[in-house]
């Protein structure tokens, strides 16, 4: 049966009787002691002799309730010790940020599903998807690299995009293949730099593939966001919005998901049958090259599938497993006229020179 209230003051002496029988040594709650009575007990049953041992520990807590407090039961040890206040971030506090910050987070990743590109030039525009770089690899094909930079530097309305593996960016078990390269880590990230940084080239997009991103590789690019293209981890959905109010739809991605040996853009038709509607459809990865282009039949809408074979022109890895080598479509050009209908308004290549005499002799034809 509960204790009815007590008041202040008899709970006061209650309670400055048990410490005083801590003082003397008698043993808190839990403490196992040789005494007949615990500190407590002793305390109340001095108070209140006739009081049943069971309304002991009753008389205790109503005495708690009405004070406000519990005895000291430090006043046993032999050492008092500072409370030292707690280093980590109370709960509650710690939960209410990282509700902050999952509300972020997750609206960061929402803007990037199917974001909007404003492109001013009122003509028609390429864009050269560049396949897999490797640009430190010994391999890479440099000179023809720099004639492609060169062609977008020196082509009004060509941009250029990214489709992954900048750089070898060996980890791992793979970390050895350092000793087959002639450049060092260093000189890697400087060549990235270059490649992003300096080269001339207007970025539309750039994407992050599984070379760039092992080691935790992609704070250098991440840096160069602010203000510039957009960075993406593995793939970008987004559409380009022209001053004539078209607009372009395009899934970039290092790769999509599916194989087959038949086929070399089975990941990115599987993505277009079941996906979506998107205009184009391109990726890296392979490095090998292929284009397609369609109408879907249920949908009345046009669409190119792309893949782009990159600038490694020898992996040594590959003939061991048994596949060529091809020798064209290191980058992939989409070519988008805002003016055309149906399968005009996007064109593809498979090599950048003629690619960007074909967007030379549209834009004359548009009057641009």
């Known amino acids: 049966m509960a204790q009815p209230g007590i008041p202040k ?19 808190p709650p839990g403490v196992h002691t040789s005494n007949k009575f615990g500190a407590m007990a002793a305390a109340i049953k001095e108070l209140y002799p006739d009081i049943p041992r069971g309304s002991i520990k009753g008389k205790y807590m109503a005495a ?27 709960t509650e506090k710690l939960i209410d940020r990282l509700a902050e910050d999952f509300e972020r987070r997750y609206a960061a990743e929402k803007a990037r ?26 391999y890479c094909n440099w000179p023809l690299l720099r004639q492609h930079v060169e062609i977008i530097r020196k082509t009004p309305g060509m941009f250029g995009a990214n489709v992954g593996d900048s750089e070898n960016n060996w980890a791992g078990r793979l970390a050895h293949l350092y000793s087959e390269q002639d450049t060092s880590r260093a000189t890697a990230k400087q060549l990235v730099q270059w490649f992003f940084g300096e080269s001339g080239v207007d970025w539309l997009l750039i994407i992050f593939g599984n070379h760039d991103m092992w080691n935790n590789n992609t704070d250098i690019l991440s840096r160069m966001e602010r203000g510039g293209a957009p960075i993406a981890n593995w793939q970008a959905q987004f559409k380009l919005q022209f001053p004539n109010g078209r607009e372009g739809k395009i899934w970039a991605s290092h790769d999509f998901p599916g194989n087959s040996m038949w086929n070399p853009l089975h990941g990115p038709q599987k993505m277009a049958k079941f996906t979506g509607d998107c205009h184009l459809y391109v990726c890296g990865h392979k490095h090998n090259w292929a284009l397609y282009q369609s109408e879907d039949d249920h949908r009345s809408h046009t669409y190119w599938l792309a893949r782009a074979r990159g600038y490694k022109y020898v992996d040594h890895y590959a003939e061991k497993l048994g596949f060529g080598s091809q020798e064209h479509g290191a980058s992939i050009v989409s070519v988008f006229d805002p ?3 149906g399968p005009g308004f996007v064109q593809c290549f498979a090599d950048v020179e003629p690619a960007a005499d074909y967007l030379t002799w549209l834009r004359k034809r548009r009057g641009v």
């Open 339 to 341: 003016e055309a209908e």
């Open 113 to 138: 599903k199917w974001y909007k590109v404003g492109v001013r030039d009122k003509g028609p525009i390429a864009i050269v998807w560049f396949g897999d770089p490797h640009l430190d690899d010994n």
């Open 64 to 90: 708690v309730r009405a004070i406000g407090r519990e005895p000291d039961w430090t006043q046993t040890k032999p050492l008092i010790f500072p409370d030292f206040p707690i280093p980590s971030v109370p």
């Open 9 to 27: 003051s008899e709970a006061a002496k209650i309670i400055e009787a048990i410490e005083r029988k801590v003082r003397e040594g008698l043993a």
